[in-house]
């Protein structure tokens, strides 16, 4: 029986071709391309191509991870695999949404795209769809995945590092899952484990969230009036190296008793993309405990923003936040700030 791929399309610089003022934008030739070049190179394997969306990513907002997850959910029985054709400057948003709203997934969920499209000469994409077919072919792993560059690597854990470089996309505080060069060098003990549920989507969400990130000089009272208006219902302070708040900083203490008040969580993250955080090293830090601020520990930016919203969309009472914030999910976190 052959394996089944379903490619979903969502756009990038991968489909991307220059308009008449030599800008990119969303071309339709990608199709053709691929079924030309790849479904010959598989023999083996039987492609669909899903033309689901064609927007640079930038454009992405949360309702388009619902769509990816939703289009997912139709076509899980009928597919092996899935490979997600995505831009580059959210694809790191999407991944850790995907990595929460795809529940109990026993199958691969690839995303790649590629830094120059796949009409220009030097072009990245064919290397990296192929790379992403072989990855989705595997089989072994049961996860959403970003494949780029012949990296592969946890989708909840990723940043994109470099606008340039065909090596855009780097895994801070998590070591890759596979390599590709002339093999396939696979770090099993890094995979997610099969998960005993029955797959299935969660897709609720609430996008109200605020990040801020410290710099000498803050003023947090700034920030205050936003959240007296009650719009805000989850913060993200970005904290220096392992999560110092210097508790003495303009406005902050008024900040937090005010969210506190409203029951807003707050979690901390670092602007470090290496390391944890850790809230009781510093002195510095240690008021921060009383106002029950959260511990990212070593979640990427990306990942704790998309984390609050899904906590945000599935709960009401802050302590369950908190319990979904502190818990590992999808392999998003270490379990503990110790090291
Ligand atoms: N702006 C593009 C996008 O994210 C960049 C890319 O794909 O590399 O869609």
């Given amino acids: 029986m052959k394996k089944k791929i379903a490619i979903i399309h969502t756009g990038g610089t ?3 071709t220059p308009n008449q003022e030599g800008k ?10 691929i079924a030309q070049r790849i479904e010959t190179l598989y023999p083996q394997v039987s492609f669909s191509q899903i033309m689901l969306l064609n ?19 139709e076509l899980y ?5 899935f490979v997600i054709i995505h831009g580059t400057d959210t694809m790191a948003y999407t991944a850790s949404a995907l990595s929460f709203m795809l529940k109990n997934l026993d199958k691969v969920v690839v995303l790649t795209g590629s830094q120059l499209p796949l009409m220009a000469t030097r072009s990245d994409a064919i290397q990296n769809l192929i790379a992403a077919i072989e990855v989705a072919l595997y089989g072994e792993l049961q996860e959403v995945v970003l494949v780029f560059n012949n990296t592969t690597l946890r989708g909840n854990r990723v940043k994109k590092k470099d606008a340039w470089d065909f090596h855009a996309f780097y895994s801070p505080n998590f070591e890759p899952l596979i390599k590709l060069g ?10 997610l484990p099969k998960r005993s549920g029955i797959f299935e989507i969660d897709t609720r969400i609430n996008n109200n969230v605020l990040i ?9 009272s700034i920030y205050n009036p936003i959240i007296d208006e009650n719009r805000v219902k989850g913060l993200v302070i970005e904290a220096y190296g392992s999560g110092n708040i210097p508790s003495d900083n303009l406005g902050l203490e008024e900040l937090f008793s005010s969210a506190a008040h409203r029951q807003i969580p707050i979690a901390v993250c670092s602007q470090s993309p290496v390391g944890r955080v850790n809230l009781s090293l510093y002195e510095v830090a240690s008021k921060t405990e009383f106002y029950g601020l959260i511990s990212t520990v070593d979640m990427t930016r990306e990942a704790t923003l998309v984390k609050m919203m899904i906590a945000l969309g599935r709960y009401r009472s802050i302590k369950n936040i908190k319990k979904f914030m502190t818990a590992n999910i999808a392999g998003e976190k270490e379990n503990s700030d110790a090291r």
Avoid: C
């Fill in 55 to 73: 927007l640079d990513s930038s454009l992405f907002q949360p309702h388009h991870w619902v769509l990816m997850s939703e289009k997912i959910a």
């Fill in 212 to 220: 801020i990130p410290f710099f000498p000089g803050l003023n947090f």
């Fill in 24 to 33: 990119l934008t969303p071309g339709h030739y990608a199709q053709e391309i």
């Fill in 77 to 81: 029985d009928e597919y092996d695999a």
């Fill in 182 to 191: 002339i093999g396939m060098e696979r770090k099993q003990h890094r995979y």
């Fill in 14 to 16: 991968f489909v991307m």
